[in-house]
């Protein structure tokens, strides 16, 4: 089945840690996205690339990198440069290009610091 | 700017009912998207329907439909008949276009119950 799989489910940080976020789609969408979720809270956007090789911050990239060497996956790296890093995290990938392209979401991974 | 504004943190409804889930935007493009989600406590970010800015028809997808108002920059989820499942967080969304590129900007979400 096509779709986006989001590693781990729940994830455990050090205060120091660098931590990486794994995001893989197997639907052949050019555009991936990267949000931040707190409780209660609406869906702000971290980074985001319309196609290989190519990326773009979005409005709280501040201690975060991503890289996306394939057109299937995009990786995201909490560094430790991000202060306050416990959150939910979601990846979605859309079709690049026209508006009726609604964004697919994965499962979602669970950051914690402790 | 570009900007989502959902002003209900909450609503609360009875099985059956119908419920209005209000959102408004604010974009200067001609051209853009809008979508709804639904979010459950799991997490995971369900699609339930999309209203394009030169759809002269509000959209419909079975018991979702979008009361879309171009003038008023606004794009309303209507549920009829809401079932206990319904019960979730419900996001709007935008696609906009920002230097060739398209992201999606999101509201602060509603959170709606269903009371039996």
């Known amino acids: 089945d096509g779709g986006i799989t989001q590693s781990p489910k729940y994830l455990f940080r050090k205060e120091g840690q660098n931590v990486t976020l794994s995001c893989e789609q197997n639907?052949?969408?050019?555009?991936m996205y990267w949000y931040r979720q707190d409780p209660g809270q609406g869906l702000r956007l971290i980074y985001y690339?319309?196609?290989?090789?190519?990326?773009q911050k979005g409005d709280i990239a501040e201690g975060y990198s991503v890289s996306r060497e394939k057109k299937e996956s995009f990786p995201l790296t909490v560094t430790s440069a991000q202060k306050n890093p416990t959150a939910f995290y979601l990846c979605?990938?859309?079709?690049?290009?026209?508006?009726?392209?609604?964004?697919?979401f994965g499962q979602g991974t669970r950051l914690t610091v402790v | 700017a570009q900007k989502i504004t959902q002003t209900q943190p909450g609503m609360f409804v009875q099985e059956k009912e119908a419920v209005t889930l209000d959102c408004t935007y604010d974009?200067?493009?001609?051209?853009?998207?809008l979508f709804w989600y639904k979010q459950p406590s799991s997490g995971e970010m369900i699609f339930l329907i999309y209203?394009?800015?030169?759809?002269?028809q509000n959209a419909t997808e079975g018991r979702y439909s979008l009361n879309f108002q171009k003038a008023r920059k606004s794009a309303n989820l209507v549920i009829s008949a809401s079932q206990l499942g319904d019960s979730a967080m419900y996001f709007c969304?935008?696609?906009?276009?920002?230097?060739?590129?398209?992201?999606?900007?999101f509201g602060q979400g509603t959170r709606l119950t269903i009371n039996p």
């Open positions: 979605a990938s859309s079709i690049y290009g026209g508006q009726r392209t609604e964004a697919f």
């Open positions: 639907l052949n969408h050019d555009a």
């Open positions: 690339s319309q196609i290989v090789n190519d990326f």
């Open positions: 974009t200067s493009d001609q051209s853009y998207g």
């Open positions: 209203q394009g800015s030169y759809d002269e």
């Open positions: 969304a935008m696609r906009v276009k920002i230097q060739g590129a398209q992201k999606l900007v």
